[in-house]
């Protein structure tokens, strides 16, 4: 009977292990802001590092866009937050993400910081590839 629950144990871990590896960030990600009737896209890169975990990357808007780094990342189980810092009209934007990582969508929101504002949109990404096979 021990050996029975010592297995049970055993597998208990194992499936923490895994459901801890499923949520790993790293890859790309279709991202989709939306405040009020405008939806902005782009395309995150996340790198998660196994020594941290630290997390790292960047959003580009299209193949020919700038590369914006995320700025105060963080990753905790399946909690995600980070900074981008934009430019409108000559005016610097940050915008705040903050979300929770369920398998290959991340939920949440995000906050535009302006000067003398803030609003608040909801944020949805969708995973397009998994694992590190992606390039910096």
């Not at 896209?41 to 990357?57: A, F, K, V």
């Not at 866009?65 to 700025?71: G, T, Y």
């Not at 906050?111 to 590190?132: C, I, M, V």
Request: hydrophobic letters at 35%.
């Amino acid at each position: 009977m021990r050996s029975v629950s010592t297995v049970v144990v055993a597998l208990g871990v194992l499936g923490l292990v895994n459901c801890a590896t499923a949520s790993d960030p790293t890859g790309a990600w279709k991202s989709s802001i939306t405040l009020g009737e405008k939806t902005f896209e782009s395309t995150l890169l996340l790198y998660l590092d196994s020594e941290g975990p630290i997390l790292t990357g960047f959003e580009k808007d299209g193949p020919d866009s700038p590369q914006r780094p995320l700025v105060k990342a963080t990753y905790n189980g399946t909690k995600i937050r980070f900074l981008v810092n934009h430019e409108s009209g000559g005016e610097p934007v940050v915008i705040n993400y903050h979300g929770v990582v369920s398998g290959d969508t991340i939920s949440g929101k995000a906050t535009f910081e302006f000067s003398d504002r803030s609003q608040q949109a909801t944020w949805t990404a969708k995973r397009l590839n998994h694992g590190r096979a992606i390039s910096h």
